[in-house]
């Protein structure tokens, strides 16, 4: 066991994202085991635009905490016709107890510093700085820098200092770029290039130099969203015509170009990505089925379809707060489809396991969250961890949250009947998703055990037959 000084704290959780998380398919009768760190994403941080023409500014709220969500509108974005972008980052001696965060729609950027003196689910907002850039294509926030991509022919790549609303460079991308993301040292920015190509680019953050330009294809046509998974490969999804959904893979190790047509009914209507899959929900349905109202889960890395999941409600957006590159956020939210309510569902993002759901005054377009840390190194001591199991009863699946682990340290966890016979134990640690089978249990009350160093944490699962 790793001393408490040895703890992957606070910033480790970037690296430990692709090391302490993993996923299993879905299945029947299984108990499904969601572990997270004392340390994680707490906030959630709303936009809604108003989707009539009635002129009614954009709406900056705050939704607390994933399992307690209680929407509360913070301010009136009165200097945006229109939110498109959102993102959240550290920036300040503390990052773990303050956060800064930009919104921004075609011409005008704001950002805000976020801190938590009173509640960790209760941000106070303070509105920082104005920039005013047009054209703007997308952002992208870093700790100390900030990327802008702008849809011109000159000077359409921009980075700033955090400190500062003027660029601290400014690049003339050969393209008019559509999409950027950002990943460690490492920047992939794709647009449509002089001959109509889809064209990638990827820049070394550390020096802003072009180090690979290459033309994706025509199964690229269209792209709608940008993923930069690792240091080594690029996702593109793509809609060619609207009429057929594409998935294009760029791998840098080998400068290898791999596509395939995902879905061959119509384009994606909702979509996001989770690090490891792509999750999206068709834009129609031709075939009488309703598949309209799936969602679909699709294996990146092996280019394939993972899961279908029928959630009988047709959505609006699918947003993964956590943001693309951190595999190890558990959710996914479902923004309700209609012009009159502000529904977001929140759903686990590895089985769609309905968590929490909250209610806002509009559509919700845009939704981040950001990681906080509750307690001081001399607090974690395993006083945090908790245990959450829903449904309970159950006569089939069931999802069991483990809280305030921490990242760095095993703990033994087991399942145990009423009579003390174990059926179940294994070694687990902070950000993992496991699934235990319970198909040959009989039906019973059974408790499930965390091992801390304070001793026994305890849920009681009731299986229904």
């Not at 107890?97 to 907002?125: E, H, T």
């Not at 974690?380 to 069991?400: M, R």
Request: aromatic share 12%; glycine share 6%; with cysteine.
């Amino acid at each position: 066991m790793k001393s408490i000084t040895n703890i992957c704290v606070l910033f480790l959780f970037v690296l430990s994202s692709f090391l302490c998380s993993a996923q299993t398919p879905p299945g029947s009768q299984k108990l499904n085991l969601v572990v997270s760190n004392v340390c994680d994403y707490y906030g959630q941080y709303i936009i809604n635009n108003d989707p009539s023409t009635s002129g009614i500014p954009p709406l900056l709220g705050n939704a607390g905490c994933v399992y307690a969500s209680n929407y509360v509108q913070i301010d009136s974005l009165q200097a945006l016709n229109r939110v498109k972008y959102l993102d959240v980052t550290d920036d300040s001696p503390n990052p773990d107890r303050q956060k800064l965060f930009y919104v921004a729609g075609d011409n005008q950027m704001l950002s805000f510093y976020s801190s938590f003196p009173v509640s960790w689910c209760d941000p106070v907002i303070v509105p920082r700085d104005t920039f005013l850039i047009d054209s703007i294509a997308g952002i992208d926030a870093n700790v100390n820098r900030l990327y802008v991509i702008r849809s011109t022919a000159q000077n359409n790549l921009l980075l700033y200092d955090t400190l500062s609303t003027t660029p601290i460079t400014s690049i003339t991308v050969a393209m008019t770029p559509k999409f950027m993301d950002v990943n460690y040292i490492y920047l992939a920015v794709v647009g449509i290039d002089g001959n109509n190509n889809v064209r990638l680019n990827i820049f070394n953050t550390n020096t802003m130099s072009l180090i690979e330009d290459t033309v994706l294809g025509t199964m690229a046509d269209n792209p709608i969203s940008l993923l930069f998974a690792g240091q080594q490969l690029v996702y593109l999804a793509s809609q060619p015509g609207d009429s057929i959904l594409n998935m294009t893979k760029y791998n840098r190790q080998n400068n290898s170009i791999t596509a395939s047509t995902i879905y061959s009914y119509s384009g994606a209507h909702a979509f996001d990505w989770d690090g490891s899959y792509f999750h999206f929900q068709p834009e129609e349905d031709s075939t009488g089925n309703n598949f309209d109202t799936h969602i679909y889960k699709y294996d990146l890395y092996n280019m394939q379809q993972y899961a279908v999941y029928n959630l009988g409600l047709r959505f609006h957006k699918l947003i993964y707060a956590g943001g693309g590159g951190f595999s190890y956020y558990a959710f996914m939210h479902g923004v309700i489809e209609s012009a009159l309510n502000g529904k977001v569902m929140i759903y686990t993002n590895f089985n769609y396991s309905l968590v929490d759901s909250f209610q806002t005054t509009y559509q919700v377009d845009l939704i981040a969250s950001d990681f906080r840390c509750p307690v001081s190194l001399e607090e974690y001591d395993d006083s945090k961890v908790k245990i959450l199991a829903y449904p309970n009863p159950t006569s089939n699946s069931i999802t069991i949250n483990a809280s305030g682990l921490i990242c760095g340290r095993d703990y033994k966890m087991d399942l145990i009947d009423m009579h003390g016979k174990i059926w179940y134990q294994k070694t687990i640690h902070a950000k993992m998703s496991i699934e235990i089978p319970i198909e040959t249990m009989p039906s019973g009350v059974y408790i499930l055990r965390i091992h801390t160093l304070k001793g026994m944490v305890t849920e009681k699962i009731v299986k229904e037959g």
